[in-house]
């Protein structure tokens, strides 16, 4: 059963990225953003992009889109002309347009989008600015999401692990991304199957048992996983513990 990428989408349209479940271990949410930067919008642009959101939350795409591509366009001439402190919010403007292209069924714009507010981040955090990595994991993640339903199995494994990457890096410094982790571990044990990788679906199997058993009980999904890792063993002619993981699988479904 495939459940996509988990919190970061709902249906065919991704989360604001400003709505994420992640924080700080004893942060306000923001993520290390200054008021400078939250201000940064020059006024027509933050005008363009003001409108667009409340187009995109009404479900009125077309409209959105028109907006997202003036407010990007407006945000790409104040970079050009030194507004660096600009860049954070073109990343933004991106992403959120690249969600209004899947809602309007436009998977490629939509990769090129992401993978253009990616590079902005990326250009961010090297220079410092360490609140754009979970942006940027999250940019990951709706990617991967869009390479999934396309049936681009290679290029959505590839994203779930540099995702995969940057949020273990933030859950060592104390951010909770646990939720996000057990998803990418999940689908990437999903894929591993289609891709033929069974070594690579018992590892991803683990540590999503692992962190859904620190956490909250979901039968539902634990019995997911055992099955999903007990099929990777399977494939592996281990046997035995292909039903190993047959038995706890059955007592959850009893």
Not at 40 to 63: C, I, M, N, V
Not at 137 to 145: D, K, V
């Amino acid at each position: 059963r495939d459940r996509g990428l988990g919190p970061d989408t709902h249906g065919d349209r991704f989360r604001h990225p400003r709505q994420g479940t992640c924080r700080r271990a004893g942060s306000n949410g923001s993520h290390g953003r200054s008021s400078t930067t939250r201000s940064s919008r020059g006024p027509l642009e933050r005008a363009h992009f003001a409108r667009a959101s409340a187009y995109l939350t009404t479900d009125q795409a077309e409209k959105a889109l028109r907006d997202f591509t003036k407010s990007i366009t407006l945000s790409t001439q104040l970079v050009e002309e030194g507004r660096l402190d600009q860049r954070d919010e073109l990343a933004q403007a991106y992403t959120l347009r690249s969600q209004t292209q899947v809602n309007l069924r436009q998977p490629k714009e939509a990769i090129r989008d992401l993978s253009k507010a990616i590079e902005l981040r990326q250009k961010l955090i090297t220079e410092g600015r360490a609140d754009q990595n979970l942006e940027m994991a999250q940019n990951y993640l709706q990617r991967a999401e869009i390479y999934r339903t396309d049936k681009q199995e290679e290029s959505c494994q590839t994203d779930l692990s540099a995702a995969q990457t940057m949020l273990v890096a933030l859950k060592i410094v104390g951010t909770d991304v646990g939720e996000l982790l057990l998803n990418i571990f999940r689908q990437k044990a999903s894929l591993g199957i289609q891709l033929g990788r069974y070594h690579d679906v018992v590892q991803d199997a683990d540590q999503a048992l692992q962190l859904l058993q620190s956490g909250q009980p979901n039968g539902e999904l634990e019995a997911e996983l055992y099955s999903v890792r007990g099929e990777g063993h399977r494939r592996l002619l281990l046997s035995d513990k292909a039903r190993v993981d047959t038995k706890p699988q059955l007592e959850i479904d009893a």
